[in-house]
């Protein structure tokens, strides 16, 4: 089964949004235009509580983007951002969600980061997203949203590890640091991940 996974396309990672990805909400057009493509969608949403402590704010004395060790595990310091029940933890409004079957939260423990769609970053809680997407017979994955360099890039590492086969669509993903990407872009290929261009599809 050919299945679509949409990464963390919400406004706060949007222009304009508290951890804007530049550019960020040229992935919608596209997305919205290849979806018809996939028998199966699904989507995964940060949903933090104003609490997390991934949020700099959390930490007096820090700034936003500084590493520290939280709980064992090295975790960069953000901005608040997609706060449960606020405007900018939503989708982005003009991202069609009709066709989304299932969405899977993350980042909801406060002690823990979860870049990845499939687990937190100790690995220790998985989202149910793995299990979904087995007993639905799906197997070849492809990946869009947001931010191509954190979120969607763990989501496909995890994906692989799982058992997946799993393609980056590279025109529906924005790196938050476009200067890293061309070694993620090599890391994917690397481990037996694909990208491509949606034109391909």
């Not at 406060?110 to 979904?132: A, C, Q, R, V």
């Not at 949203?145 to 669509?169: M, Q, R």
Request: with cysteine.
């Amino acid at each position: 089964m050919k299945t679509l996974v949409i990464v963390d396309a919400q406004v706060d990672f949007m222009p304009g949004g508290a951890l804007e990805v530049k550019n960020g909400d040229s992935i919608v057009p596209v997305i919205n235009q290849i979806l018809p493509q996939f028998e199966l969608v699904v989507a995964t949403q940060d949903w933090h509580p104003k609490e997390h402590k991934s949020f700099a704010v959390n930490h007096p004395g820090k700034k936003e983007f500084e590493q520290i060790d939280l709980n064992g595990l090295e975790q960069k310091l953000w901005p608040v951002h997609c706060v449960q029940g606020t405007k900018g933890a939503d989708f982005h409004p003009n991202l069609e969600i009709k066709p989304i079957e299932a969405i899977f939260r993350k980042g909801m423990d406060p002690e823990i980061d979860s870049y990845s769609g499939f687990f937190d970053n100790g690995h220790k809680k998985i989202t149910g997203l793995g299990g979904y997407l087995k007993e639905r017979g799906a197997v070849d994955l492809y990946f869009c949203g947001l931010a191509a360099d954190i979120c969607v890039y763990f989501s496909l590492l995890d994906a692989l590890k799982e058992g997946f086969n799993a393609t980056l669509i590279e025109d529906a993903a924005v790196p938050l640091l476009p200067e890293t990407f061309d070694k993620i872009r090599e890391d994917i290929i690397g481990k037996g991940g694909r990208v491509i261009h949606s034109k391909a599809l």
